[in-house]
T-cell receptor, first 113, second 115 residues
Framework: DTGVSQDPRHKITKRGQNVTFRCDPI?????LYWYRQTLGQGPEFLTY????????KSRLLSDRFSAERPKGSFSTLEIQRTEQGDSAMYLC???????????FGSGTRLTVV | AQKVTQAQTEISVVEKEDVTLDCVYE???????LFWYKQPPSGELVFLIR??????QNEISGRYSWNFQKSTSSFNFTITASQVVDSAVYFC????????????FGQGTELSVKP
């Protein structure tokens, strides 16, 4: 499979716990993006990387959120001290440069109980 | 500010009908890109098309066609002879050349095609 893959597909966690999601982009893509999608809404931008550098973070990304892309390949998104409002689908996308086509993974659906 | 509006929240058609999904965008930038994505119940966003702001040619791909009109800031999507498999949520999105490629999505249109 040469597409964008995300793991896990589903995560149920108790409020206050930490969670980490992983995204593996298309191998030759240097850009990686994270989005959050709540029910009935379009995805909202969270952050993006060019290679290993995190170039922009949305105001949606509170201090409890951190993302890394240590070797410019896969990326992780960690949420600390989860809250019920964090329940959403977290989507990852990759592209070759910022003007190419953006390909999305299947997402990680987080439910905070 | 940049914005994408998909005024149709839900559309229901009967199989073989043609259907048009509307998309209106707002930006003051002159270089930008417009996209359409399909999101089936499985959740994955499936890329359908990318258009840059300098290319107003309409595009047809099988049963799908797109009409880009800068004069009205619209990028509408038409499905001809709809099929049940077309049932999904469709998103229109805008990306600005000088903002790193992040996508600004509309709220989506849920299309239901009934047999």
């Amino acid at each position: 499979d040469t597409g964008v893959s995300q793991d896990p597909r589903h995560k149920i966690t108790k409020r206050g716990q930490n969670v980490t999601f992983r995204c593996d982009p298309i191998s030759e893509h240097n850009r990686l993006y994270w989005y959050r999608q709540t029910l009935g809404q379009g995805p909202e931008f969270l952050t993006y990387f060019q290679n290993e550098a995190q170039l922009e973070k949305s105001r949606l990304l509170s201090d409890r959120f951190s993302a890394e892309r240590p070797k410019g390949s896969f990326s992780t998104l960690e949420i600390q001290r989860t809250e019920q409002g964090d329940s959403a689908m977290y989507l990852c996308a990759s592209s070759l440069g910022g003007t190419g086509d953006f390909f999305f993974g299947s997402g990680t659906r987080l439910t905070v109980v | 500010a940049q914005k994408v509006t998909q005024a149709q929240t839900e559309i229901s058609v009967v199989e073989k009908e043609d259907v048009t999904l509307d998309c209106v965008y707002e930006t003051r930038d002159t270089t930008y890109y417009l996209f359409w994505y399909k999101q089936p119940p499985s959740g994955e966003l499936v890329f359908l098309i990318r258009r840059n702001s300098f290319d107003e040619q309409n595009e047809i791909s099988g049963r799908y066609s797109w009409n880009f009109q800068k004069s009205t800031s619209s990028f509408n999507f038409t499905i001809t002879a709809s099929q049940v498999v077309d049932s999904a949520v469709y998103f229109c999105a805008l990306s600005l050349y000088n903002q790193g490629g992040k996508l600004i999505f509309g709220q989506g249109t849920e299309l239901s095609v009934k047999p």
